[in-house]
């Protein structure tokens, strides 16, 4: 346990290398997120869509 | 010619109106003396803040008459005029551009010693700073004017070429500081005073460029 | 060229690549993310060196969408290439994230290593700049009632953007000189040393990877919405021609 809570620690910089990190992940991950549900949305839409038709 | 006739027009409709120009500069003049209010009289950090205060606000107050740099004229068909007459698009912009720096730059420029003088500006970078802004103001007008052409029609245009334009000017307000500014030797002042000249020799030919195809579009 | 202009065979192609693309890059960023764990910390900076990591692949990655950005958009102007215009308008939001991944993980780099939250050193301060041109870009390209005007109009701001970069960057570099003492960052000393360069270009290669995922997915979906704008138009035509015909 010692070891993982040095290295949540980071040297006593974890307010600074931890968030920065959870920025990265948080917007990279939103914008990930958002273009697999926009084409899936846009993918469920068509099929509807092309159903309809016949 | 109707490169003039383009010219003429514009400032006779300004002078008519009386607005844009008289607007731009009294902006002008109303913004820089808000920054005493703001950052305390102090007469040496106003001194040093001079040179940069007039340059933001002079920025601004060119900014204010840029929408309606084309957009009377696309409104009323004048624009449709005048793609389809001889003269080129681009020279037909290049006309905008100067009666813009007419009717905004230059007297933006001659209400600077005035508003120099408020701020305190240090009275041996005045020269420098004028011939700064006597430069820098045209390179306003034509990266205003790509701006100006670009959101034509566009929702809420006005606050949108803002927007799109004050980044692109970031290298003037730079290097018109940079030439006022009473630190630098004569030397160095004049280098900033070339480079400026170098970004209006490259906006002359290149922005009423970009406008023009921009202007082409909204025409479609 | 034209045979990429193609959007049916482009959805064709990029289909099987996607998981690909999703496994690689899943792949490139846990082994990027271990092995950064695992180097030393500097000896200046401690273990905010880390914090590279994700620094400066997406400073990497915000300059060179934008050159994506840009070239799609000359080709798009020149060549009226259809998938060019979509490749611009997606890219331009995913340019925007990196740039500001950039900025906040500059920030908090800079935190402790230069004692502030904000320094206007050169480089933070044009990524700023560049911030706004993509801000710029997105915006215009949503002004317009007419999406084809918005993106025609945003693909000349791209390219008169484009021109203005080095322009940009050149004045910053210029009047940080001035303003600033000389501060050198050094990282991890003299030479970066390979226990940080390694996790670094591997990391570099995740978001590269990331970055065309997401294109890809992005430009897919929205190829799929403009067939089904399509479809939805020719049915309301459909729809008010029959009520025309029955004299409605």
């Known amino acids: 346990m010692d070891a993982l809570s040095d290295f949540l620690a980071m040297g006593g910089y974890a307010a600074y290398i931890w968030p920065a990190y959870a920025a990265a992940f948080l917007i990279l991950g939103f914008f990930t997120v958002n273009a697999v549900m926009r084409y899936r949305a846009a993918q469920r839409s068509l099929a509807r869509l092309q159903a309809d038709r016949t | 010619m109707p490169f003039w006739a383009i010219v003429r027009r514009d400032l006779r409709l300004a002078f008519r109106q009386g607005g844009d120009g008289a607007m731009a500069v009294m902006f002008f003049v109303l913004a820089a003396i808000l920054f005493p209010f703001g950052i305390g009289p102090e007469p040496e950090l106003l001194a040093r803040s001079a040179a940069g205060i007039i340059w933001v606000t002079a920025l601004l107050a060119t900014l204010l008459a840029l929408d309606r740099m084309f957009l009377g004229d696309w409104e009323d068909g004048t624009l449709e005029l005048i793609r389809l007459s001889p003269l080129p698009l681009e020279l037909a912009v290049l006309a905008k551009c100067l009666s813009h720096w007419l009717v905004a730059g230059v007297p933006v420029l001659l209400a600077t010693p005035i508003v120099a003088l408020l701020l305190r500006l240090d009275p041996a970078s005045l020269p420098r700073l004028m011939l700064g802004m006597a430069i820098g103001t045209p390179v306003l007008s034509l990266l205003g004017s790509v701006g100006a052409a670009l959101t034509l029609g566009a929702r809420r245009g006005g606050v949108l070429v803002s927007l799109l334009v004050l980044p692109l000017e970031i290298p003037v307000l730079i290097f018109g500081v940079g030439a006022a500014d009473a630190a630098i030797t004569q030397e160095a002042g004049a280098a900033h005073l070339y480079i400026l000249g170098a970004l209006l020799a490259g906006a002359l030919p290149l922005c009423p460029l970009a406008a023009a195809a921009a202007l082409r579009q909204a025409l479609e | ?248």
């Open chain 3, 1 to 248: 060229m034209h045979r990429f202009a193609n959007p049916a065979r482009f959805m064709r192609v990029s289909a099987p690549i996607v998981p690909w693309l999703a496994a690689m890059t899943a792949a490139f960023l846990l082994v990027g993310l271990v092995l950064g764990f695992r180097a030393p910390p500097d000896y200046q900076q401690g273990d905010t060196v880390r914090i590279m990591f994700i620094h400066v692949p997406a400073a990497w990655m915000a300059m060179a969408t934008y050159s994506v950005v840009a070239a799609a958009s000359a080709a798009a102007l020149i060549w009226r290439h259809p998938l060019a215009e979509i490749a611009a308008q997606e890219a331009a939001p995913l340019g925007a994230a990196f740039t500001a991944v950039c900025l906040v993980s500059g920030s908090l780099w800079g935190a402790p290593t230069w004692g502030t939250w904000w320094v206007w050193d050169a480089r933070l301060t044009s990524v700023l700049v560049l911030f706004f041109l993509y801000l710029g870009y997105i915006a215009l390209s949503h002004a317009f009632d007419d999406p084809t005007r918005g993106s025609r109009a945003a693909s000349v701001l791209a390219l008169v953007g484009w021109i203005n970069i080095p322009i940009i960057k050149f004045s910053v570099d210029w009047w940080n000189s001035l303003h600033q003492p000389a501060s050198v960052l050094r990282l991890g000393g003299s030479t970066i040393d390979a226990s940080i360069l390694v996790p670094l270009l591997i990391m570099a290669v995740a978001f590269t990877l990331l970055f065309v995922l997401l294109l890809l997915l992005r430009m897919r979906a929205a190829l799929l919405e403009r067939k089904i704008r399509a479809l939805q138009m020719v049915e309301a035509e459909a729809t008010a021609s029959s009520y025309a015909l029955a004299g409605r």
